[in-house]
């Protein structure tokens, strides 16, 4: 029983530093200003981690890859973990934990797309004049924009935040499975 508090723990920590360490990069992709509360946050929360990777690893092409680095080593150190508390060698299981790891960090980018996607679509109900509202909407506006050009509206509703929050839980399944089927393992 300790052994599955100690897992469920971990994962909770892990899961929202590495979503937050990517939540950056999606920011600073999407060109989001730097003086709202929610970049403050996040900028707050993953500083001590970024900013001495960034004195090795370049920024290149528009990504922050000292952040996407951050959130792999993050991921790593977990299935590290992970791997620790169940007992598993960790020479047998190594090599595979590297591609765990990206399996990992596309796993937590896709559920961070579904969280905010969810947000979203939960404030525009309940107090669409949140502070965090305008963060969101222009986070999740280039991932709808496509979706809403293919997709009219029905009877007046925006139907795009369900499709993307339908087309993330397929591709949530489809790394499940990937995860399960290549590496034998699901956390």
Do not use: C
Request: net charge positive; no cysteine; charged share 10%.
């Amino acid at each position: 029983m300790f052994t599955e508090i100690a897992l469920f723990l971990l994962d909770t920590v892990f899961t929202l530093f590495g979503m937050a360490l990517l939540l950056r990069v999606w920011m600073q992709v999407t060109r989001m200003p730097t003086r709202n509360p929610v970049s403050q946050g996040v900028f707050q929360v993953t500083d001590w981690l970024v900013r001495p990777l960034r004195r090795v690893i370049p920024g290149l092409g528009g990504i922050d890859w000292a952040t996407v680095t951050g959130a792999w080593l993050t991921a790593l150190a977990f299935l590290l973990l992970v791997a620790t508390l169940t007992g598993r060698d960790l020479l047998d299981f190594l090599p595979m934990l590297l591609l765990a790891a990206l399996l990992y960090v596309l796993k937590w980018g896709i559920s961070l797309v579904m969280w905010v996607t969810l947000l979203m679509a939960i404030l525009s109900w309940v107090n669409p004049h949140s502070p965090v509202t305008p963060a969101i909407n222009h986070l999740t506006a280039p991932l709808l924009r496509p979706i809403q050009r293919v997709m009219p509206r029905l009877g007046g509703f925006d139907m795009s935040p369900l499709v993307l929050f339908l087309v993330a839980q397929i591709l949530l399944m489809i790394i499940a499975r990937l995860s399960v089927g290549v590496f034998g393992m699901h956390y």
